[in-house]
């Protein structure tokens, strides 16, 4: 028989979570988070997840980085931004859903067989090299990464997209993309600080 530990020690904590939370998020109230549950129970699509928003800042606030990182409820979050409207204590959860979906995908963490991270990851690689979204390009790497027998599904509505002038093939570039890398390494140098 296998046995799974579902305790873990205050060791393997990371006290100073919250700090790169609220670093990256630019969200300080999170501290006065009172643990309401107003935010869980506006969330639309807390029924889906693996820990509820509210479960979710206590686990910021805990130290719990791994958990927090790995888990599906920050890419469940729809960005309704229904759980900030109803904040008591205006805590801007969905800028924090966000935060940590960035942390996420810089350490490379997000729950496997999730297109969202890999779409977000491809997106970026899209408008870094090109300056502009591409979607056909975007949702392609994505299928690709993630479920590639699935392009086959998708292929009919792709063709009457591509007919109807909506999907172009390899997308727009503007014109000084050396000048746009340029912008997108100062940001690079600027979080590296």
């Keep these: 028989m296998k046995y799974i530990r ?52 206590a686990m910021i606030k805990g130290g719990f980085e791994d958990e927090a990182l790995k888990s599906k409820t920050i890419w469940i979050c729809s960005s309704c931004y229904s759980c900030t409207v109803m904040c008591p204590a205006q805590i801007k959860i969905t800028d924090i859903m966000y935060a940590l979906k960035r942390m996420a995908i810089e350490k490379g963490v997000y729950p496997k067989g999730m297109p969202i991270p890999v779409l977000a990851e491809e997106m970026s690689k899209v408008i870094a090299e090109k300056g502009r979204n591409s979607e056909m390009e975007v949702v392609t790497r994505m299928m690709l990464r993630t479920n590639p027998l699935g392009m086959l599904k998708m292929a009919p509505m792709g063709l009457s997209l591509f007919r ?24 690079k140098k600027k979080e590296a600080k």
């Design 164 to 187: 109807k002038g909506r999907m172009h093939i390899g997308g727009e570039k503007i014109k000084n993309r050396k000048q746009m890398q340029k912008l997108l390494s100062g940001l």
């Design 6 to 57: 579902t305790v873990k020690y205050e060791s393997e904590l990371n006290k100073s979570f919250y700090k790169k939370v609220i670093e990256s998020s630019g969200c300080e109230k999170i501290l006065e988070c009172i643990q309401c549950g107003t935010c869980s129970s506006t969330c639309p699509v807390s029924l889906y997840m693996d820990f509820t928003p509210r479960k979710l800042m």
